[in-house]
């Protein structure tokens, strides 16, 4: 079974997706596994999408489809990146639980909600969620960043060098949509109680982390706790808002905005998954920062239905 994963349209709803794939492939020898990456905002009204496959012989442009794989921007070349594909493969942009059927072996011991990081779950049954963290950690220590990305991300763990930090993963407030009484959509009060989670517990450590695309999420935190509010350097969208690429607007993104997108949210992840706490509630990078690092403690400050 030759397999190519691609990604889904946000970073890391496409990179656990291609980690999942690998934790399936390593315990199903048939499944033959490549990685692919690309700027899928690019091409609006295409034959492929999130959560669909296809055979390369069926699709009429397919050397498009898997051309430039940025996964080489950021990573070492592995065992699963490659630039050459078998003469027929399937093309997934899907997890491989929506197939689990056609494996001899799923691995529902270490995949049994099926490696997403939108579905609340995932969280709450903490004895799958242990197995899942350390079996995605496993195919995530495969993967070596590029000495540009090191350089990028020893630079940015400067800010927290020499201090107990917690951080705050906040996404778009409609992202948690159904979390909070009276918002079907998210809402002030996702920001209400994600202020409320930091306040109970800064007084243990020296600073909080926030992690957003959002600035005036940063304005507001800032305000609250001052010098103990560290961000990174990132450009960040004015109102509350998805990211350029996302749920509403699906506006295509250039090639650099993508690859800086894709560069930005390794950072924050990597950057999370250095902290002492991470307290956030479901989405793929809130999921893939403890995947990063198994051991990291988490909270959630909602968990969302439908997200």
Not at 95 to 103: E, G, N
């Amino acid at each position: 079974m030759n397999v190519v994963s691609g990604n889904c349209a946000g970073t890391f709803s496409g990179f656990l997706a291609q980690l999942a794939w690998m934790e399936t492939a390593e315990k199903n020898p048939e499944v033959n596994l490549s990685l692919h990456t690309r700027n899928k905002t690019h091409y609006p009204g295409s034959s492929y999408s999130n959560y669909r496959w296809f055979s390369s012989v069926d699709c009429n442009n397919i050397d498009e489809v898997v051309g430039e794989n940025l996964l080489y921007d950021f990573f070492e070349p592995n065992e699963y990146m490659t630039k050459e594909y078998p003469e027929e493969f399937t093309y997934f942009e899907t997890y491989p639980a929506d197939i689990k059927d056609q494996f001899s072996n799923y691995p529902e011991d270490t995949l049994k909600y099926d490696g997403r990081g939108s579905k609340k779950e995932q969280y709450t049954d903490t004895e799958f969620f242990n197995n899942t963290r350390v079996a995605l950690n496993r195919q995530w220590n495969k993967f070596t960043f590029t000495d540009r990305m090191k350089k990028l991300i020893a630079e940015e763990e400067k800010l927290i060098e020499g201090k107990k930090v917690m951080t705050l993963m906040l996404r778009h407030s409609e992202h948690y949509a159904g979390a909070t009484k009276g918002y079907r959509l998210g809402g002030p009060a996702v920001i209400e109680n994600a202020i409320r989670c930091v306040k109970e517990r800064i007084d243990d450590y020296d600073a909080v982390l926030l992690t957003t695309l959002i600035q005036p999420f940063v304005d507001q935190f800032r305000d609250i706790f001052g010098d103990k509010l560290i961000t990174t350097n990132r450009d960040r969208f004015p109102i509350d808002i998805d990211w350029k690429g996302g749920r509403y607007s699906q506006e295509p993104m250039t090639d650099v905005e993508y690859d800086t997108e894709y560069q930005n949210a390794f950072l924050d992840v990597a950057l999370t998954s250095k902290t002492d706490l991470v307290i956030g509630s479901s989405s793929n990078m809130f999921l893939a920062s403890m995947c990063m690092n198994p051991k990291l403690n988490y909270e959630m400050f909602v968990i969302a239905d439908g997200c």
